[in-house]
């Protein structure tokens, strides 16, 4: 686990000093997804995460060209996340580590809530989360659920999957419900063939976390990875985001913690 500040993480970030997963990083602050757009498709896309609060809880909409969120006053969105991914024409083009070659003045970002919220929340609960312990990053599936249309924007939820010991099933759902600007409580538990998921070990994005059967049940939040399954069908000329598990780390407290 990261014994640094928001700060400190960015600036490592930011220098190239680290990469990897931002699960466990800065406990108790506020982590969230990105997505950058032009302008001319930021009207749409807004709508979209109105529609679909739940796949994409709106954290901030930061002005056109802007890069220092009020979330994160001393960060720049270019530089401060581990890892970005570029979409051009709804089509995965690259994974970068910084953006300034590639930032456009007419562009819009949006900063999404993030499961990884939660999660310290669920371990002071005495939950495990196998995909810290394994040194993974949270497997992630696409489904059948479909949202709610705005503009270009269409398509299915994508779900985060942390298998949770049976015994403290009604515990986590208790916690993760109280993080509704974070996805909050789950979306399906212990039956991924109703959501679309043939197996648990073969992720979409992120990597397979190995559990028992016997003893966990495997348990489906919704993830901001979402906007970036939506990306393959709306086709903007180009769409940025946070690789999936690398995250923005805010300067927010989450008010769980407060």
């Given at each position: 686990?990261s014994?640094?500040?928001?700060t400190?993480e960015?600036?490592?970030?930011?220098?190239?000093?680290?990469t990897?997963?931002?699960s466990g990083?800065?406990?108790?602050?506020?982590?969230t997804n990105?997505?950058?757009?032009?302008k001319e498709y930021?009207?749409?896309f807004?709508a979209?995460?109105?529609?679909?609060?739940?796949?994409?809880?709106l954290?901030?909409k930061l002005d056109t060209?802007q890069?220092?969120?009020?979330?994160?006053?001393e960060?720049?969105i270019?530089t401060?996340?581990?890892?970005?991914r570029?979409y051009?024409e709804?089509?995965?083009?690259?994974e970068?580590?910084?953006l300034?070659d590639?930032?456009?003045?007419?562009?819009v970002t949006f900063?999404i809530?993030?499961?990884f919220t939660?999660e310290?929340a669920?371990?002071?609960?005495?939950?495990p989360?196998?995909?810290?312990?394994?040194?993974k990053?949270v497997?992630?599936?696409?489904?059948?659920i479909?949202?709610e249309s705005?503009?270009?924007f269409?398509?299915n939820?994508?779900v985060?999957?942390r298998?949770?010991?049976?015994?403290?099933?009604?515990k986590?759902l208790r916690v993760?419900e109280q993080?509704?600007?974070?996805?909050g409580g789950?979306?399906?538990?212990?039956?991924?063939?109703?959501?679309?998921i043939?197996?648990?070990?073969k992720?979409?994005?992120g990597e397979?976390?190995?559990?028992?059967?016997?003893i966990s049940?495997p348990?489906?939040?919704a993830c901001?990875v979402?906007p970036q399954?939506v990306a393959?069908k709306a086709?903007p000329?180009?769409m940025i985001?946070h690789?999936?598990?690398h995250?923005?780390?805010t300067d927010?407290?989450?008010?769980?913690?407060?």
């Open positions: 686990m014994e640094m500040n928001p400190e960015r600036l490592a970030f930011r220098k190239g000093l680290k990897g997963t931002t990083m800065c406990e108790g602050y506020v982590q990105m997505v950058v757009l032009q930021a009207s749409d807004l979209f995460c109105k529609k679909n609060p739940k796949s994409c809880p954290v901030e060209g890069v220092a969120p009020n979330v994160a006053p960060a720049d270019r401060d996340l581990p890892r970005y570029i051009r709804g089509v995965f083009a690259e970068v580590f910084d300034r590639v930032w456009q003045d007419d562009f900063l809530g993030c499961s939660f310290k669920l371990v002071e609960a005495g939950i989360l196998l995909h810290q312990l394994q040194q990053v497997p992630m599936f696409k489904t059948n479909e949202l705005s503009g270009i269409a398509g939820m994508v985060s999957m298998p949770i010991p049976n015994q403290m099933m009604d986590a993760s993080f509704g600007h974070a996805h789950p979306v399906q538990v212990g039956n991924p063939e109703q959501i679309g043939q197996d648990v070990m992720p979409d994005y397979a976390v190995k559990f028992d059967e016997n049940t348990v489906f939040w901001g979402t399954n393959l086709k000329s180009i985001t690789a999936p598990g995250m923005l780390i927010e407290v989450d008010e769980y913690y407060r």
